[in-house]
């Protein structure tokens, strides 16, 4: 089975507003793209892989150009016009987890018989006696709680969509 290699784009601007970094794209391969653009992970391609730079939130999306917007500060060393790569982090499923303010987060503990032993946004394994947060039967890790749930570090969810 040939190794997975991550959907290309191009880098078009990278730019600081007064309130957000926003990043421009034109996505190569929009045909190997499924699910929710962002949350993603810009890749380098050439070379050794190595991520650039997190991508949070998608802002706009028009043909093959798409408008993202991140908190991450690291410097983007590669030039306009690059190919990068495109790494999604979730599904639909996840990003609704996240998203949705209408579930309602209460902290349990981990039950190995009746829950996904995994923390579908990060992976993780979860197991006794370790507490986990359930919103719809669906447990998440404290850590992912605290950083997704309770600081909203992707900004979607105080976000108009």
Not at 2 to 27: C, F, G, K, N
Not at 47 to 71: K, N, P, Q, Y
Request: glycine content about 4%; aromatic content about 10%; overall charge negative.
């Amino acid at each position: 089975m040939p190794d997975y290699e991550i959907p290309a784009v191009e880098l078009l601007t990278d730019e600081q507003t007064s309130q957000e970094r926003r990043i421009v794209l034109r996505l190569l391969e929009p045909d190997r793209i499924f699910g929710p653009l962002a949350p993603a992970s810009l890749w380098r391609l050439s070379g050794e892989m190595e991520s650039l730079l997190e991508l949070h939130r998608l802002i706009e999306a028009r043909g093959d150009t798409c408008v993202f917007a991140t908190s991450d500060r690291r410097p983007l060393r590669i030039a306009q016009g690059w190919r990068i790569g495109l790494g999604q982090w979730w599904t639909p499923y996840e990003l609704e987890l996240v998203a949705d303010t209408t579930l309602e987060w209460r902290k349990a503990p981990f039950d190995d018989e009746n829950m996904v032993d995994y923390c579908p946004l990060c992976y993780r394994g979860l197991e006794e006696p370790e507490p986990v947060w359930l919103a719809a039967a669906r447990p998440i890790c404290s850590d992912c709680h605290a950083k997704f749930i309770v600081t909203d570090y992707l900004g979607v969810r105080t976000s108009s969509r």
